[in-house]
């Protein structure tokens, strides 16, 4: 199978907003996606963006990393999803980053077994980081105890 | 105790990095970081950046939250580290954040109640998200693998 690897463009919003749903449900929290959309051509995507360590610098976090169902696995050098996290990787460190992170859920085997063969750390495991995070009035309560000043 | 929550200057540089490396020794890494500096008056900070969730919207990540030894501790509605990240939170509205994430480490009980207490989420507990990282060799193994188109 060949296939492109290239930045999204405007005309891409339908096929990518289809691949988030598809996501959510791989992932088991289809009722958390608050966006909605239609459409096709496009088979997979990655979302990333820039982060900042004080500790090492410039990183780059893969936010989602998606492929449909029948484009996985491991096709001979082809393989879909290594060569957009690949080209994540290639961007970061064209743009000076040290490190790519991303989440990954615990139960989520065959994506945690891909990412570990292919040389990452689980940070959780071997460091102990937890993800934590404050939303809706939890937020809310946080934000109004603000000083004015 | 009287203390004001400001944003960043450049004149602070030598007070952030200091505080840098306090927050890096009481996560027992010290050795991490790789960046350097020395000197005073700034008593804590907070470190964030804004990120992007494909089923949520603009969110707003907090790297770092550090306040020295001797400021620690909740002094009636005046502590320190609250009044930082409620900051954070505050910030974090105004730019239409529907949440604020952070990392702890799991053995750093005093960080993981304090912000318990304060309404937060342990997803790596209830929903099982590991933080993954490549670094070093293995990032630069995987950018060379990025298709040439």
Redesign the interface.
Known sequence: MDF???AATPEDCKDISRM?ME??VYEN?PD????SHEGYTVIGYA?F?Y???????RSV?M??LYVMPEFRGEFPGKGVG??L???V??V??EQQC??????????NTPS?DF?KA????????S?????????G???????????K?
């Open positions: 492109m690897i290239r988030i996501l959510a929290m958390q996606v608050k966006i979302l963006f982060t900042y360590s004080t500790w090492k610098g976090y936010e989602d290594t060569a996290m690949s080209k990787a290639q970061g460190k040290v490190r790519l992170q991303f989440s990954v859920l615990n139960w945690l990412y292919k040389g990452a750390q689980d940070l959780t495991d460091e102990g980081w937890h993800v934590l995070r404050f939303d009035e939890a937020l809310d309560k946080l934000a109004q105890m603000a000083p000043n």
